[in-house]
């Protein structure tokens, strides 16, 4: 069986199951008490009149609000429902399924209570102060599913407003799993990124924020050519130069890569290329076999469009590549977001953390990389899996590290600390949905 035919009949079958069990849970995620409660006499200390002391307490130390409150472990994933997976502009009703599932596994993955907030917002504006007003209540922000151009000028507003950590997992989480797969691949292959030619097919919100951490990770920038759907970007691309307003990344793009100035579109970009990084629409047919085979020897193709991607691995493999990514979990070598949030979250709440910056990414990148490397990697294999449940804690350990380095963390501790209070936290948060299972509190699914 083919990689499509295989793929449509698993996609059926998941599709059927997922809608039924929906509609049995009725949901994801529901709110628990974390504190003791043996009667109700417990209630005049979590509630009035006993409540009032921590209230005055914070209005005279506003920083005690993480000691008294779960702010320090709550994160907003806040979305408008305008670019949702590979479904478009759904609508925030018919998004809150995909928030609820992120903050499913920001819990059991990190530990992290996570709140989906879908918002009805008429633009970037409006977003934007809605999701600033949330900062009180929240110890960082996950934004989710918006569309660009808007999404990018929501996060660098709210990245330099607001005194919490601000992440969009749709730039910053994609780039940082395909930063450490890329790394991987290349060790297999035994290649250097700053000796590399690459290719940027797509350069929507995942690719903008790769291009932008290959850069800080040592690629080089003249020997890199990206491609959009009107073709690559070059310095004479006038109709990006005329709209740099309101897409100042591309732009970018077009002044600082291709010195060869090559134009042409995806086979063009492609052509000599070391590793295919896609981040594009869904396929197959986005990217050629011929489009691979005229790629550079041992090459290395990160086909990574939802839910179908831009060519199928063994297209891909039959065609000359040698180590073949996608964004799906029913192939090897999966590119996967969840790889990244949940543990960079966990840090950067473990120490307070202003803001993330790209340094504190390519931390998480690189720990993902190293513990992959050091359980064993091959042309399958170049990336953690999730239940590699430590992963998500050597994440936290490097982030938290990395923000104290650069003098974002509001706490100091050192990484082992941090490592070994994130296994906990992790280990706790399994252990509940376990143990809720086990008493029939999470009932079981039907068959």
């Not at 085979?293 to 990160?302: E, H, Q, R, S």
Request: proline fraction near 4%.
């Amino acid at each position: 069986m083919s990689d499509a035919e295989d793929a449509s009949a698993k996609s059926g079958q998941t599709a059927a199951r997922s809608l039924r069990l929906h509609s049995f849970y009725k949901g994801k995620i529901q709110v628990l008490p974390k504190c003791a409660v043996s009667g109700l006499d417990d209630f005049a200390l979590w509630y009035t009149p006993g409540v009032a002391a921590p209230c005055m307490a914070i209005k005279a130390d506003p920083d005690l609000v993480y000691e008294h409150t779960n702010k320090g472990n709550s994160v907003a994933v806040v979305s408008d429902g305008t670019r949702v997976l590979g479904l478009g502009n759904i609508g925030p009703e018919a998004g809150l399924p995909v928030m609820e599932g992120k903050a499913l596994l920001f819990k059991y993955l990190g530990g992290v209570d996570a709140v989906a907030v879908c918002v009805k917002t008429a633009g970037a504006d409006e977003l934007i102060r809605t999701t600033r007003a949330l900062e009180p209540s929240f110890g960082g922000i996950n934004l989710e599913d918006i569309s660009q151009p808007k999404c990018f000028r929501v996060l660098d507003a709210l990245r330099e407003d607001m005194n919490i950590p601000v992440w969009h997992d749709d730039q910053q989480g994609s780039a940082t799993a395909l930063l450490a797969g890329l790394l991987n691949a290349l060790s297999v292959v035994g290649k250097d990124l700053s000796r590399v030619k690459l290719a940027l097919i797509g350069m929507g919100a995942a690719n903008v924020a790769t291009y932008r951490l290959l850069a800080a990770c040592g690629a080089d920038k003249e020997a890199l050519v990206a491609c959009d759907s009107k073709g690559t970007l070059h310095k004479g691309r006038q109709d990006i130069e005329h709209a740099r307003g309101d897409f100042p990344d591309k732009w970018r793009v077009c002044l600082e890569t291709n010195a060869e100035g090559i134009a042409g579109g995806i086979g063009d970009a492609m052509r000599g290329a070391d590793a295919c990084i896609a981040f594009s629409r869904p396929g197959p047919g986005v990217i050629g076999s011929s489009d691979v085979a005229g790629m550079a020897k041992d090459a290395i193709v990160f086909a990574c469009a939802n839910p179908t991607p831009e060519i199928w691995p063994d297209a891909a493999r039959a065609a000359g590549a040698r180590i073949v990514a996608t964004g799906r979990s029913d192939f090897p070598n999966q590119v996967n977001n969840s790889l990244v949030f949940p543990g960079l979250f966990r840090g950067v709440l473990d120490v307070r953390a202003s803001r993330i910056t790209d340094e504190m990414a390519l931390a998480a990148a690189q720990a993902l990389a190293a513990h992959a490397r050091e359980r064993g990697i091959d042309d399958m294999k170049i990336l953690p899996r999730m239940d590699e449940w430590e992963v998500a804690a050597r994440v936290a350990a490097a982030v938290g590290a990395k923000a104290q380095e650069q003098g974002v963390a509001r706490i100091k501790k050192s990484a082992e600390a941090l490592y070994t209070e994130a296994l906990a936290r992790i280990a706790a948060a399994r252990d509940a949905t376990a143990l809720l299972m086990r008493e029939g509190l999470i009932a079981k699914p039907p068959a």
